[in-house]
Each structure stands twice: as structure tokens, then as C-alpha cells.
């Protein structure tokens, strides 16, 4: 028992070196405005550092909703809450309220609130957030839901493959290599790009 136990410890350190990288599709809109479409960002990076002590923070990309042209510049989370089931090996942030701030495009800063939600499932590496906030002086609340896959393992070994040959090709995050006009979030001489 106590060997499956320690076993299952090293597997989760192994993959939760306490910054994580998510790349999947963002999805960003105004439920006031029902009636227009949501955006759906693909590639989108959600970061999340994970504390020994419960508490993570979790970073957003810029979230842009084309049908009104509105753009939320990236913000963090600070003092996230999360707890881990060992037996299921998922952890889990409930429902809970948050306050940060972002830099608007007009330089100025932006209050952010709402709440949060958030689910890590390490067996198939998949997280899962969504948020309902207010940015600024904006009169709606905004939606943001992202589901993405851990990269980091994928991304350090695709760093030392390039890193040693330092030819300049391009890697997918999955480790695959790949034409250097593909597109989507790719790895060249050890450096993410999203490539648009």
C-alpha cells in the first residue's frame, strides 16, 4: 500500500513541477449578448503555479471577443485555492471569488472580478477553468472557458532535442516535427511560438 502510494506521489511530482502550462481552445463571450456568437481562441496558454501550501495562481491569456471587438488583456489569479483527491488523481479549485488587476490597451489598469472554477485531471493531463467576471467599467460580465492539455513534459523534450542539434526546425508541442510555415503554438531552438 504504502509503495502505490509513494508511487503515485512521484508521479504526480514528476508531472506538477509547480508551473504548468495548458494549450488549448479558449471560448470568450458576453452572456448579455446571447445573440452574438462566442469567440473561440485556439491555442490559447493557460499557466498555473501550484503551492505546496493549497493556494496556486493561475494566469489568463488575452482573451479578444470579436463580435463587440473587445480585448481583455491577460491577468493573473493569485491565492487560487486547490485541493487533490489522491485516489482519483484530480485535483480541483470549487467555486471561489477572486479580485487582481490588468493593464488595459489604454496602459491604464483594470479591475478584475468574479469567480472561478477549475478542474486538473492528471491520469489524462486535461484542465479545465471557467470564469465569470467583470473587467473595468464594462456593464456585462464576461464568460471566459478553456480546456487544454499539460505541454511542459512534452515542451522539455522537444528543448533538448533542439537545443542539440540547434538546426531551427519546428516542433508541435506534442514533439512532433513539422514544416516551418505550419501554424499553431510551435517550438523552434528551444522558444513557444504561436504562429498565426
Same mark, same amino acid.
Given at each position: !500500500?504504502?509503495?502505490?502510494? @509513494? ?5 504526480? *511530482?514528476?508531472? &506538477? ?12 463571450? @458576453?452572456?448579455? &449578448? $446571447?445573440?452574438?456568437? =462566442? ?12 503551492? $505546496? ?6 494566469? @489568463? ?6 463580435? &463587440?471587438? /473587445? ?11 486547490? =485541493? &487533490?483527491? !489522491? ?20 496602459? %491604464? ?5 468574479? =469567480? !472561478? ?20 467599467? !464594462? ?14 513534459? +512534452?515542451?522539455? +523534450? /522537444?528543448? %533538448?532535442?533542439?537545443?542539440?542539434? +540547434?538546426?531551427?526546425? *519546428?516542433?508541435?508541442? *506534442?514533439?512532433?516535427?513539422? $514544416?516551418?510555415?505550419?501554424?499553431? @503554438? ?8 504561436? /504562429? =498565426?
Amino acid at each position: !500500500m504504502f509503495i502505490v502510494a @509513494l508511487a503515485a506521489t512521484v508521479h504526480v *511530482s514528476a508531472q &506538477m513541477p509547480g508551473r504548468l502550462e495548458f494549450v488549448g481552445d479558449g471560448s470568450f463571450w @458576453l452572456p448579455a &449578448m $446571447s445573440d452574438l456568437p =462566442k469567440t473561440v481562441q485556439k491555442g490559447d496558454v493557460v499557466t498555473v503555479t501550484l503551492g $505546496s501550501d493549497g493556494m496556486s495562481s493561475i494566469t @489568463l491569456p488575452q482573451m479578444t471577443y470579436t463580435a &463587440m471587438g /473587445v480585448t481583455v488583456s491577460s491577468f493573473t489569479i493569485t491565492d487560487a485555492r486547490w =485541493k &487533490m483527491d !489522491m485516489p482519483t488523481m484530480v485535483s480541483t479549485w470549487e467555486e471561489q471569488e477572486f479580485t487582481t488587476t490588468a493593464v488595459g490597451t489604454d496602459g %491604464n489598469s483594470k479591475a478584475v472580478s468574479g =469567480k !472561478m472554477s477549475a478542474e486538473y485531471v492528471h491520469k489524462d493531463k486535461t484542465f479545465h477553468i471557467i470564469l465569470t467576471f467583470k473587467y473595468g467599467s !464594462m456593464p456585462f460580465e464576461i464568460i471566459y472557458e478553456h480546456t487544454g492539455v499539460y505541454v511542459s513534459t +512534452a515542451i522539455d +523534450a /522537444v528543448d %533538448n532535442d533542439v537545443n542539440a542539434s +540547434a538546426d531551427g526546425a *519546428s516542433w508541435t508541442v *506534442s514533439g512532433q516535427r513539422v $514544416s516551418s510555415c505550419s501554424k499553431g @503554438l510551435l517550438i523552434r531552438n528551444g522558444r513557444k511560438y504561436l /504562429v =498565426k
